[in-house]
């Protein structure tokens, strides 16, 4: 186990509300980072946060948006739901200078209907 | 472009079979891989990594390669046991100003059978 908590584990919602998903970094590990993994898919980077601030963004719409608090734990947030919003969000943790070494929750699996 | 691929979706393997899964990638700025295992229901779990000033990694029953020249890694697995059941990532990581993030491949799913 790494460490890094995320929950709720499994989350079902209609098409057009809001979530928001949460993860524990590991003790020490102050740079988080999201990640949307469809089906059958790799995980693809949504962004990063360091120090409370985001820090780097992928190819993702605006309605994703993101938190991180004092204790470096993180808040992924998804506005208007989509279909295709449904998969697997993980969140990484690591050290900042050390993001090559990014150790991953057990993911939140998200189910859009 | 950012992207990191496989050749092989699938591979099947008898168990104590040695099992390589490869990778292209094609960023030659990249400067570390990284292989990935995830179960079912689980997150990736980390393997082993290689920096792009070495050709070759060794762990324990696993080994990277890495053919920068033709932006190749790949991943062997010796004596494959049914544990190692799962779909293997590489990743590559990509810097961007400011920060750095991890550019996955689809995965290769390992099947190994008793």
């Known amino acids: 186990e790494t460490g890094v908590t995320q929950s709720p584990t499994h989350l079902i919602k209609t098409r057009g509300q809001q979530v928001t998903l949460r993860c524990s970094s590991q003790?020490?590990?102050?740079?988080v980072s999201w990640y949307q993994q469809a089906l059958g898919q790799g995980p693809q980077f949504i962004f990063q946060?360091?120090?409370?601030?985001?820090?780097g963004r992928g190819n993702f719409p605006p309605r994703f948006s993101g938190l991180q608090f004092p204790n470096y734990s993180s808040e992924l947030n998804v506005n208007a739901l989509e279909l295709d919003d449904s998969a697997l969000y993980l969140c990484?943790?690591?050290?900042?200078?050390?993001?090559?070494?990014?150790?991953f929750g057990p993911g939140t699996r998200l189910t859009v209907t | 472009g950012e992207s990191v691929g496989l050749h092989l979706p699938t591979l099947s393997v008898q168990e104590g079979d040695n099992s390589i899964i490869n990778c292209a990638y094609s960023?030659?700025?990249?400067?570390?891989f990284i292989w990935y295992k995830q179960e079912s229901g689980k997150g990736p779990q980390f393997i082993i990594d290689?920096?792009?000033?070495?050709d070759k990694r060794q762990g324990q029953r696993v080994t990277v390669l890495l053919n920068k020249t033709v932006k190749h890694l790949s991943l062997q697995i010796a004596a494959t046991q049914p544990g190692d059941s799962a779909v293997y990532f590489c990743?590559?990581?990509?810097?961007?100003?400011?920060?750095?993030?991890?550019?996955f491949g689809t995965g290769t799913r390992l099947l190994v059978s008793p």
């Open positions: 003790s020490g590990h102050n740079t």
């Open positions: 290689i920096r792009s000033n070495m």
């Open positions: 990484a943790s690591s050290l900042a200078g050390e993001a090559l070494e990014q150790y």
């Open positions: 990743a590559e990581n990509l810097k961007i100003s400011g920060f750095q993030k991890l550019v």
């Open positions: 960023n030659s700025a990249s400067d570390y």
């Open positions: 946060y360091y120090r409370e601030e985001e820090n």
